[in-house]
């Protein structure tokens, strides 16, 4: 056997997936780490999903991460599950021990380390977070927010009933507000979230008063094509700390890659540079 047919083998799935930046983070860190390995695309349809992950162990598939809109369906596909997948009901990352396939999610571990690396100390005196929106990543964020002690969430979403059955997962702590009152939510917030499409390339911008936002919080926006968006840039503007999408994606990647090749990788100045050239040249 050679040793490409010997080397491990991991993928994201999706559907679509030819957007996805996974290939990309992993490529660089098998190149930087000199690991024999493969990472590639796997677009897979929701009726062929199930199948699909059956069948990776006997492809040689070390595991993969999991991609729309296929989270919750390898939920139900894994055997093992971490206690925070259990918590999301959603897995993004897939591995196999001992021919089991296992999963967990590292959405809420890819903010936390985004938030550290590029806003240090933004948890020390964390009392108020409002989040925008309430879909998949919305749950994990409110998830890692509670990990690291928030006592109030102020949760605003269009579809105010998405939000209210949200915040039932997450018992007294969250409290939802009308989407129309957004802007009222961020007097004493000492970060503001936003989890919704609303900034992303093709849709409009968030629309927000920032100006009730204590100096001192932080804007964290997960949105990451365009890097900037309109919120983050007037965030900036008012000498706010922002915190961008690029460091969530690349910060949940890490622990799928350490599982899958052993190494646990850095979200490096070069790794983000390389990626964020790439969302820059993609316009
Ligand atoms: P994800 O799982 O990535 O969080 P999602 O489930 O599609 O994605 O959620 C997208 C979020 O963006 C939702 O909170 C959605 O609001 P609704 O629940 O009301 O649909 C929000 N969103 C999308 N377009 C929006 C718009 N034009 N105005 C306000 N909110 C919007």
């Not at 999706?14 to 024999?36: K, Q, Y």
């Not at 009392?127 to 925008?132: F, G, I, S």
Request: glycine share 10%; proline share 6%.
């Amino acid at each position: 056997m050679t040793e490409l047919a010997l080397a491990p083998r991991a993928c994201v799935i999706g559907w679509p997936v030819r957007h996805s930046r996974s290939p990309m983070i992993h490529g660089f860190w098998l190149r930087e780490h000199e690991l024999a390995g493969a990472y590639e695309r796997a677009e897979v349809p929701p009726e062929q999903f199930a199948d699909f992950v059956a069948s990776m162990p006997g492809n040689g598939f070390v595991g993969g991460n999991v991609t729309v809109p296929h989270k919750e369906a390898a939920f139900r596909a894994c055997a093992i599950r971490t206690p925070t997948a259990e918590l999301l009901g959603a897995v993004n990352t897939l591995w196999i021990e001992r021919g089991q396939l296992c999963g967990d999610n590292t959405d809420a571990a890819g903010f936390l380390g985004a938030l550290d690396a590029d806003a240090p100390g933004w948890d020390g005196r964390l009392k108020t977070a409002v989040v925008l929106g309430a879909g998949g990543a919305a749950r994990a964020i409110l998830y890692g927010l509670k990990t690291r002690g928030v006592e109030t969430i102020r949760l605003a979403n269009r579809s105010r009933a998405r939000a209210e059955e949200l915040a039932a997962h997450f018992g007294d702590i969250v409290e939802v507000v009308g989407w129309d009152r957004r802007g009222d939510a961020l007097s004493d917030a000492d970060i503001l979230v936003n989890t919704t499409s609303l900034g992303m390339k093709g849709q409009p911008p968030l629309d927000i008063d920032l100006s009730r936002l204590p100096d001192h919080a932080v804007v964290d926006d997960i949105v990451y094509v365009p890097l900037d968006t309109d919120l983050l840039i007037r965030a900036r503007a008012r000498g706010l700390r922002v915190v961008g999408g690029l460091g969530m994606l690349l910060h949940q990647a890490a622990p799928g890659f350490e599982r899958w090749f052993g190494v646990r990788p850095r979200v490096s100045p070069a790794l983000r540079a390389f990626v964020e050239n790439d969302v820059r040249s993609a316009g």
